[in-house]
């Protein structure tokens, strides 16, 4: 299947010592962990706007629809700015693990990553927790959907498949040379169809920095860590699974969305970052000569 062509991998940036790459790339995790806690936020409110003592039966499908759309457009929206194209917009774990057994993101950087979603989780689920963001109505616990004694295997499976199919949807658009523009979308209306659609079964828990930051910060059963499984295990079944379809055991990049312009911090293969490096030498033997 036809891809963009690659150039030659970049590791200068990938394989930087610890305390270099926190010097250098502190941005791109500031960015990451910003854009995690805004997620959440907006997350927390939704579920406690779905889950209103005032909401009717009637009334819980519009609104299920209408928080899909919303998250989708809100994931978009970060995936497409330009700070979410410099950092990548991981904004889960599992799929930074991911592209970490693909060999894309060097290992400081995948630390320095997971520690800023994790923050950016702890630090809106807190806020969530004691802020007025939530109704007084809402229990905190609903910010997390547990697996529950009565639907513990169909949310597991559930939550499996969708977070495998997410991963294998975001390898596989962004490395097609005509869908890997449309990766962020793609991925956005996934989001809009699980919160609308999958829901009921397993809640939106295919985010493991939201997961884990709700368990972390209350009281919660140890049935609650098994919320975690599912999306790591999958994210890793949806590598797999490229690799199995495709052939192939190597990607461009790990950028949701890559910018046209500027530095990437991953083992880059991607025509834009191959068209900066070359416009940013023209430029120089352009200077050199004048």
Not at 118 to 134: C, D, F, N
Not at 165 to 182: E, K, Q
Request: hydrophobic residues 50%; positive net charge; glycine residues 8%.
């Amino acid at each position: 299947m036809p891809r963009p062509e690659p150039g030659a991998a970049l590791t200068s940036e990938a394989d930087l010592p610890l305390a270099e790459a926190l010097r250098r790339h502190w941005p791109e995790y500031a960015v990451e962990a910003g854009f995690l806690a805004l997620l959440v936020l907006f997350a927390g409110v939704v579920s406690a706007w779905l889950q209103g003592p005032d909401v009717a039966a009637s009334e819980l499908g519009v609104r299920r629809l209408a928080a899909g759309v919303a998250t989708g457009l809100a994931l978009i929206a970060m995936v497409y700015s330009p700070w979410g194209r410099r950092c990548g917009t991981h904004l889960n774990p599992a799929i930074t693990l991911a592209y970490l057994r693909l060999g894309k993101v060097g290992r400081w950087d995948a630390l320095f990553y997971l520690l800023a979603q994790l923050a950016g989780g702890l630090v809106a689920v807190w806020l969530l927790r004691r802020g007025t963001l939530l109704p007084a109505a809402v229990s905190p616990s609903q910010l997390s959907i547990s697996i529950g004694p009565s639907n513990e295997w169909t949310a597991f499976l559930t939550e499996l498949v969708l977070s495998a199919a997410a991963m294998l949807l975001i390898l596989f658009t962004s490395n097609h040379a005509s869908w890997f523009r449309w990766t962020g979308v793609v991925y956005g209306l996934l989001a809009m169809l699980i919160v609308a659609c999958a829901a009921p079964l397993a809640g939106f828990g295919m985010n493991v920095a939201r997961l884990l930051a709700v368990d972390v910060s209350g009281n919660t059963a140890a049935i609650q860590w098994l919320n975690l499984l599912p999306p790591l295990l999958g994210m890793q079944l949806g590598v797999e699974a490229y690799r199995l379809l495709t052939g192939r055991t190597q990607v461009l990049c790990a950028k949701l969305a890559h910018n046209t312009h500027g530095r990437c911090i991953f083992r880059c293969q991607h025509p834009y970052q191959t068209r900066t490096l070359a416009m940013e030498a023209i430029k120089r033997r352009a200077e050199r000569r004048a």
